[in-house]
DNA sequence: GACGCCAGGCTTACGCTGTAAGCCTGGCGG
DNA sequence: CCGCCAGGCTTACAGCGTAAGCCTGGCGTC
């Protein structure tokens, strides 16, 4: 029966570099990269681990592909928005996809990544910036100063042990267990947060504004 | 001959948990994480690898205490500084350190981390802050601007894959492989490391002075 | 229609990792 | 003098990335 049909039994759909890393990325968003290994993939490819290496190098490539998909999905500044808020949007779009898949920042930041899709992100974003009449170096330092931004602040979002609703309930379970009379001032911020005089949520704008006003003022004052 | 000296022959001094981090720092700083293994640490001790277990849980234990030696080794705002002064400093000094010990950024920023080097340095960073005349909410908001910069920057200086004095080299050996016609602005920026008009150096006090700026008018305007 | 090629799978095997479980021994307190 | 136990050692296991080679079915060429 099988013979009547040029393709085999089950005809598959046969392995390719796109469903090789579309299937990565599947797993690393179920199980972080440490879920992400060879078998594994093979399995859910309905493929043995070593099959995986007729269209991929070897591990790093599939990182290095999986990220630059994730970058894919950064919306690019808009050529005709002003410089400001296109920055502006861009950096929240980059915060929001990097949070989306939380493994993707520690990998994006932990190699040189240099994806198609990584090479048009940069792109665009000098182009925003020369636009706005930053000289080539200005708008190097200052895309540099904002991904710096962007990259530490939402790894260190990501690590935050505690959902923003459980921070009380957290204080109020460390504050205890530290030496008493030490730290004075993490026990007071902790006590406000307690106290629910803070919300101890910490604000990705807060930093990226500051960020942006100071770009404006190298601007207008060359 | 052993029988009259009460140690053991070599009378190797014993383990602890000092000896095994010092060691293992040792070793992340010869080969970064990846050299880093029980077993080459217990070589490195002259002792089975198994016998670390007896004075660490496990690896990741390691991991978080050989972090701790290093942010120990950030010099403290001192309390008398002015905040501005005293901050910059800081970021500097965290910044230098983080890059004596490559692997040391990544490990930071990829899980929480709070041993008590740690919290002496967060906690004397909100204690300048707060002398200032910063809020605790301001504070908070602005010791994580500044440690987003910090660590951010630092890593993705970490992760640039060239010296600065091979900038000109690695533009006039890359440039070539681009597709022609796309990423104008990068190409840009690489014609002029290039030709010398623009040294590629990005400098980790653009992006922090900006914070600084920022924060220091959030101060003066309530 | 026969034949050889080779893309694209599969199998086996190696060296490496962290670590669970248990053993052995020498010095010390009672 | 005896028993304990801290602090080492040994063995073993499951899981990792991947090198090397095999096997098969469809295709292009004569």
Redesign the pocket.
């Known amino acids: 029966m ?2 009547q ?4 039994p089950a005809a ?5 570099v796109e469903r090789v890393l579309r299937a990565a990325l599947a797993l690393a968003d179920a199980g972080g990269t440490h879920g ?7 399995q859910e490819l ?10 991929v ?4 490539a ?1 990182l290095d592909g999986i990220v630059d998909l994730v970058v894919a999905e950064i919306a690019l500044p808009a050529p005709d928005e002003d410089w400001r808020a296109a920055m502006r949007r861009r950096g929240i779009a980059a915060h929001q996809v990097l949070l989306r898949h939380p493994w993707a920042c520690a990998l994006l930041m932990s190699r040189p990544t240099v994806g198609p899709a990584m090479l048009n992100y940069v792109d665009s974003t000098l182009a925003s910036l020369r636009r706005a009449g930053f000289t080539v170096a200005q708008a190097d330092h200052a895309a540099n100063a904002m991904d710096s931004h962007i990259y530490g602040f939402t790894l260190q979002k990501l690590n935050s042990p505690f959902d923003p609703d459980q921070y009380a309930e957290a204080a109020a379970t460390y504050l205890p267990q530290l030496p008493p009379g030490s730290y004075p001032h993490i026990v007071e911020m902790a006590t406000q947060v307690m106290a629910g005089e803070y919300d101890g949520v910490i604000d990705f704008t807060f930093g990226l504004d500051l960020t942006l006003n100071g770009l404006e003022r190298l601007l207008r004052t060359p």
């Open positions: 099988s013979s049909t040029p393709t085999t598959r759909e046969p392995l390719s992400l290994t060879m078998r594994g993939l093979g309905g493929v043995e681990a070593m099959s995986l290496y007729k269209h190098a070897n591990k790093d599939i």
